[in-house]
């Protein structure tokens, strides 16, 4: 009866390792797929802050140019 006993909580120990590492393992695989999806999602915010940091300098230079013209023809006219 003791042996049996024993066996059973034996059993019962490998039962909740096996579902701990089951859950490990869906966790790891959650945490795998969701670093994937913040990855693309830093990727495109960086293509896209690139892409306003450089229409941002063209809009520089061209208030830049406005404002030398508008000296221009203040000294011209």
Same mark, same amino acid.
């Given at each position: 009866? @003791?042996?049996?006993? &024993?066996?059973?909580?034996?059993? &019962?120990? /490998? #039962?909740?390792?096996?579902?701990?590492?089951? #859950?490990? &393992?869906? /966790? &790891?695989?959650?945490?795998? #797929? #969701?670093?994937?999806?913040?990855? @693309?999602?830093?990727?495109v915010l960086n293509k896209e802050i690139e892409f306003y940091k450089d229409n941002s300098d063209i809009l520089k230079r061209e208030i830049k140019d406005l404002k030398k013209t508008q000296r221009r023809k203040l000294f011209t006219a």
């Amino acid at each position: 009866m @003791h042996l049996y006993e &024993k066996s059973m909580i034996e059993n &019962k120990e /490998l #039962e909740k390792i096996t579902k701990l590492q089951n #859950e490990n &393992k869906y /966790l &790891k695989n959650i945490f795998d #797929e #969701e670093t994937k999806k913040l990855k @693309h999602t830093i990727r495109v915010l960086n293509k896209e802050i690139e892409f306003y940091k450089d229409n941002s300098d063209i809009l520089k230079r061209e208030i830049k140019d406005l404002k030398k013209t508008q000296r221009r023809k203040l000294f011209t006219a």
